[in-house]
């Protein structure tokens, strides 16, 4: 068993050897006692350079220095003039168009949430018996400035739903239900 | 829908038929142009969503992953421009066209109707990806990336095939329209629990789930910059996309059934995110970093409030938007000394000052510093787990922090302290990396004014 042992680690010491690139000497022992026998590795050699010698993960690149040929590249193209083209274009659609288009667009859409909310709250009211005329002074207080279609919406939604309120006869529970359906 | 897929299907007769010096200028045009028209979206008037026919619909959900996803084409076609540029017409032009292929396969995924439909879609991504991977990454171990890639995502997303044919023939339907209407609740059984598993491991596995996040840093790492910018910014959000829509048709038994996934997330985001302290690898240590904030969408969209819905979904935004910038900065990095070894490229504020500026933008909003909608997000996700649990606040406040040490430890390592002798050489940061990382930052920043358009359908 020890010769069995001293032979592993001597196996090791050998394989770490020429793992490090070390020439390991060219010796063979056989054991007396057992059948351990070390030796040298057969492909002590032949093994490639470790991961930690080479430093880089693409090593073998011809790197371009694009600023050689041409000292104001924007990084494109080694043409020049192809290249100031890219970099026009990208700003010009990147920057001008889509960020400032784009976020113009997206400021001013609509507050659907906000104004589903008023609505409900108008609906709401009305069923609690406000007049289409109290309830279109209240949304002119959150749109003082200008009429706008949500605005219409409620004036109309007002005017149909009150032509209707006096034909129906309705308690408070049924006035609260019918409200919070309609939002 | 049809003004987005067909002028993107058409970017690739466009890529074939352009002279050779103009591919990149006429492909990063119509791709920007079609991120104006994806904009349109966002004009959400209905409560429920916009139905533009049987097949293809957007809501509140899906429209600011759209933008988000045509936004990250002309993005990636810039990043890849320098890497690309020795090589021949023909492989210049097939990588554009894998790119576009896979810009409308995204698309319609997140605007299919029907989720047979999203599944084959879902799994046609694959492809493409799969494709950029292998054929132009820059190392042998590439290869083992597509493989893990591949394998993870099919494996997790066979039974949800079958699941949604069961589904579809006890039904009748599987479209997201009817489904949000279909009230009916799961009875409690062990194939019902299968189902459960089935539907929601395929998303699990793609967003991904600590436990079967291995194809991740692998992938993440061994593509090029543009497929490590649509792994990080587009994929992974399809799992957490899919898991909101489906969670919808699997209740009651998520309340009981996301216990496991929801510690798993839990302790995950910790590990994950611990593991990036101890990264030598600038892409890996950006990859984890993607788990470890994918695992807060995760909790999100297990939890199921509507609090917890709008952290998901502007997480799932913002960190698209951060980790594809993070990896547009390490391949700038990686353009110069050919390494992705952090502290190979340290030191660089000094040499290259303004780059240094994006660097601090990308970690900032990595680590989620207000007002960015990344902290949005993240606190929104917080404050529902909390009200789910108390306890999970100790968790979630040990991620925050190790997520700002992970972040500002990148940041120190790269750009402070003296450059390395190797390094006093390297060229100056161009033009088209400046523009790449605005592109990245700005809407980020512009997103913090108005951040209303990306919580979602729950707000």
Not at chain 1, 86 to 93: A, E, S, Y
Not at chain 2, 354 to 375: C, D, K, Y
Not at chain 2, 388 to 400: C, D, E, K, P, Y
């Amino acid at each position: 068993m020890a010769a069995g042992l001293l032979g592993l680690c001597t196996r090791r010491l050998l394989a770490a050897a020429a793992t490090r690139g070390i020439p390991a000497a060219r010796v063979r022992w056989e054991s007396s006692s057992s059948r351990a026998v070390i030796a040298p590795s057969a492909v002590v050699g032949k093994r490639g350079p470790e991961p930690t010698t080479r430093w880089q993960e693409d090593p073998d690149t011809e790197d371009e220095n694009l600023y050689e040929k041409n000292p104001d590249s924007h990084g494109y193209d080694k043409d020049p003039a192809v290249d100031l083209w890219n970099m026009r274009v990208v700003f010009f659609f990147g920057f001008s168009i889509v960020l400032v288009l784009g976020s113009t667009f997206v400021a001013y859409l609509p507050d659907y949430r906000w104004s589903r909310n008023l609505l409900a709250l108008a609906v709401f009211a009305f069923f609690q018996g406000a007049s289409p005329r109290s309830l279109h002074s209240v949304f002119m207080f959150y749109y003082p400035s200008h009429h706008t279609e949500n605005c219409w919406c409620v004036c109309l939604s007002c005017c149909v739903m009150s032509s209707q309120r006096d034909h129906l006869d309705l308690n408070a529970a049924q006035i609260e239900d019918r409200s919070k359906r309609a939002v | 829908m049809l003004k987005i897929i067909i002028p993107t299907i058409m970017l690739m007769p466009l890529t074939w038929l352009s002279k050779k010096n103009m591919i990149w200028i006429n492909t990063t045009t119509y791709s920007l142009l079609i991120s104006l028209i994806s904009l349109s979206l966002l004009n959400q008037p209905s409560n429920n969503s916009l139905n533009f026919s049987l097949m293809f619909f957007s809501d509140p959900l899906s429209a600011p992953l759209l933008v988000l996803t045509t936004w990250l084409l002309p993005l990636m076609l810039m990043a890849s421009q320098h890497h690309l540029s020795k090589e021949p017409l023909i492989r210049k032009k097939l990588y554009i066209t894998m790119l576009t292929m896979l810009q409308t396969l995204l698309i319609m995924t997140f605007t299919a109707t029907e989720l047979i439909s999203f599944y084959i879609l879902f799994e046609a991504t694959l492809v493409p990806t799969l494709i950029i991977i292998t054929r132009w990454g820059n190392q042998t171990e590439r290869l083992n990336a597509g493989l893990y890639f591949l394998f993870y995502t099919l494996m997790g997303s066979l039974p949800l095939l079958v699941a949604l044919i069961s589904i579809q023939n006890l039904t009748g339907s599987l479209n997201f329209l009817l489904i949000q209407y279909w009230n009916q609740a799961l009875p409690d059984s062990w194939s019902n629990i299968f189902l459960w598993l089935a539907c929601m491991m395929a998303f699990m596995v793609k967003m991904p789930l600590y436990g079967l996040h291995l194809w991740l840093p692998k992938a993440h790492v061994e593509a090029p910059i543009a497929g490590s910018m649509v792994l990080a910014a587009i994929l992974l959000k399809l799992g957490g996309y899919g898991m909101l829509r489906i969670t919808t048709m699997l209740n009651p038994q998520t309340s009981f059934m996301a216990y496991p996934f929801l510690m798993l997330s839990l302790w995950g985001m910790i590990m994950t995110s611990s593991i990036c302290l101890r990264q030598t690898d600038l892409k890996s240590l950006i990859a984890y970093s993607s788990v470890s904030h994918m695992a807060l969408v995760i909790v999100a969209v297990l939890i199921q409030t509507p609090w917890s819905y709008m952290g998901a979904t502007a997480l799932m935004i913002a960190h698209g938007l951060t980790s594809s910038m993070l990896f547009c900065l390490a391949n700038s990095n990686y353009e110069r000394t050919h390494s992705r070894t952090m502290i190979l490229a340290r030191g660089l504020q000094t040499l290259l000052p303004l780059m240094a500026a994006w660097w601090l933008l990308a970690s900032l909003t990595n680590l989620a510093l207000p007002p960015s909608i990344n902290l949005i997000g993240e606190l929104f996700v917080v404050m529902s787990s909390f009200s789910w649990s108390n306890i999970t606040i100790i968790l979630m406040g040990t991620n925050i922090t190790i997520t700002a040490l992970y972040s500002l430890y990148m940041l120190i390592t790269t750009q402070r302290g003296k450059y390395t002798h190797h390094i006093n050489s390297i060229k100056p940061s161009f033009t088209r990396e400046n523009a790449l990382m605005a592109l990245h930052m700005t809407p980020l920043l512009l997103l913090s004014l108005n951040p209303k358009i990306i919580l979602g359908f729950t707000y």
